[in-house]
Every structure is written in structure tokens, then in C-alpha cells.
T-cell receptor, first 114, second 113 residues
Framework: AQSVTQLGSHVSVSEGALVLLRCNYS??????LFWYVQYPNQGLQLLLK??????LVKGINGFEAEFKKSETSFHLTKPSAHMSDAAEYFC????????????FGKGTRLHILP | DTAVSQTPKYLVTQMGNDKSIKCEQN?????MYWYKQDSKKFLKIMFS???????INETVPNRFSPKSPDKAHLNLHINSLELGDSAVYFC????????????FGQGTRLTVV
């Protein structure tokens, strides 16, 4: 079975500062990993995903994440936070078996301080 | 064109009523899902259908019954609504394959009073 742990239910950073949102996963088979963003009263939008190949993945809005198998981590970063980055961020894991499902972490609310 | 659309967006109803939420996707995907997001933003999968076949049925009360008339539609019917059913329900779709992500609808905010 797969699971996802997001460290920190709330993270605050100053505008222009580095954003780091932490995600660790557990999977008995090679995982597929995702980061989604949810703005208030909206659905989830994919930021980026890792399937195979290059472990550093670039996504939309300047975000990127690095898959580290040895650390079972997939942390999300952005060099410089913008006010518009304030949202809920979800890390997710899937293995795409027949009974595949995307398992989500509990989410991290990112606050941007002016 | 909206890729995954749900109706209604908001639903307020009394305890004991029966209600349905509809979902349609125009992405040509073969797999559709229902997720429930509680007040703490926790997302939990409820059901998954692949080509109209039920694949995943997580531990969900049998008051919840999904129906997939075709692979572009997945509806959710809820009988005898309870206060604890209040949540945001998200429909999603994906194309089975390696690393396929799910595309989400805008959600249906269900409030049971």
C-alpha cells in the first residue's frame, strides 16, 4: 500500500523567499509522484509529476521537485515566492496498478508574508 | 471547454434527503473517480471506475452509490443524507497508463442541515 506524509500543515514564507514544501512517500513498488495546488473554492490543478527518468522535475509557475529514492522524498521548491502562490498544496502517490488510485497527503497551506 | 465538469457546484439539503451529483469529462479518459474532501482539506478516494466498471470501492457507506452510464460520465447518488456527509466532493478523470495524472472538477460543496 502507498502513503504520503506532508510535513507541516502550514508553512509561511516571505515574498521573494525560497519555498520548500516537504513530502515523503511510502510505496512497495516504484511510485509515480505528483504535486497539486488548490486555490480557494477551486479544484486541484497539477503542478508537476514524476514518472521515470530525470529525478528533477520542473512544473508550472516556477515550481520544481526532486525525486530522491534513497530518502523516499519528493519535496517541492520555488526559488522566489510570490503572493499568488498562497494556496493549499498536495503531494500524491500512485502506482498505476489495475486498482490504481492516487493517494493524497493531508496538504500544506502555504502563506506568503508581504 | 471545461475538461471535468460537476453539477451542482453547491448543494444544501436537509438530513434524510436523497441527492445526486453529476460529473462529465470530455477528455476521452477511461477512468473516473470520486473523492471526498473534509473540512480539514483531507482528500479521500471513494470510488473509481474504469470503462464503466467499478474498480475501487473504499470503505464508503452503502448510502453512496456511484453510477457510470458511459465512460464519460460518473454520477454519485447519496441516500438518507447525514450531517457528516457535509463535505466537498470532487470528480476526477485520468487515462490509465504510466504516470497519468488525474484531472479534477471544480467540486460540489454539499451542506446537510
Amino acid at each position: 500500500a502507498q502513503s504520503v506524509t506532508q510535513l507541516g500543515s502550514h508553512v509561511s514564507v516571505s515574498e521573494g523567499a525560497l519555498v520548500l514544501l516537504r513530502c515523503n512517500y511510502s510505496s512497495s513498488v516504484p511510485p509515480y509522484l505528483f504535486w497539486y495546488v488548490q486555490y480557494p473554492n477551486q479544484g486541484l490543478q497539477l503542478l508537476l509529476k514524476y514518472t521515470t527518468g530525470a529525478t528533477l522535475v520542473k512544473g508550472i509557475n516556477g515550481f520544481e521537485a526532486e525525486f530522491k529514492k534513497s530518502e523516499t522524498s519528493f519535496h517541492l521548491t520555488k526559488p522566489s515566492a510570490h503572493m499568488s502562490d498562497a494556496a493549499e498544496y498536495f503531494c500524491a502517490v500512485s502506482t498505476m496498478n489495475r486498482d490504481d488510485k492516487i493517494i493524497f497527503g493531508k496538504g500544506t497551506r502555504l502563506h506568503i508574508l508581504p | 471547454d471545461t475538461a471535468v465538469s460537476q453539477t451542482p457546484k453547491y448543494l444544501v439539503t436537509q438530513m434524510g434527503n436523497d441527492k445526486s451529483i453529476k460529473c462529465e469529462q470530455n477528455l476521452g479518459h477511461d477512468t473516473m473517480y470520486w473523492y471526498k474532501q473534509d473540512s480539514k482539506k483531507f482528500l479521500k478516494i471513494m470510488f473509481s471506475y474504469n470503462n464503466k466498471e467499478l474498480i475501487i470501492n473504499e470503505t464508503v457507506p452503502n448510502r453512496f452509490s456511484p453510477k457510470s452510464p458511459d465512460k464519460a460520465h460518473l454520477n454519485l447518488h447519496i441516500n438518507s443524507l447525514e450531517l457528516g456527509d457535509s463535505a466537498v466532493y470532487f470528480c476526477a478523470s485520468s487515462q490509465r497508463g504510466e504516470g497519468s495524472e488525474a484531472f479534477f472538477g471544480q467540486g460540489t460543496r454539499l451542506t446537510v442541515v
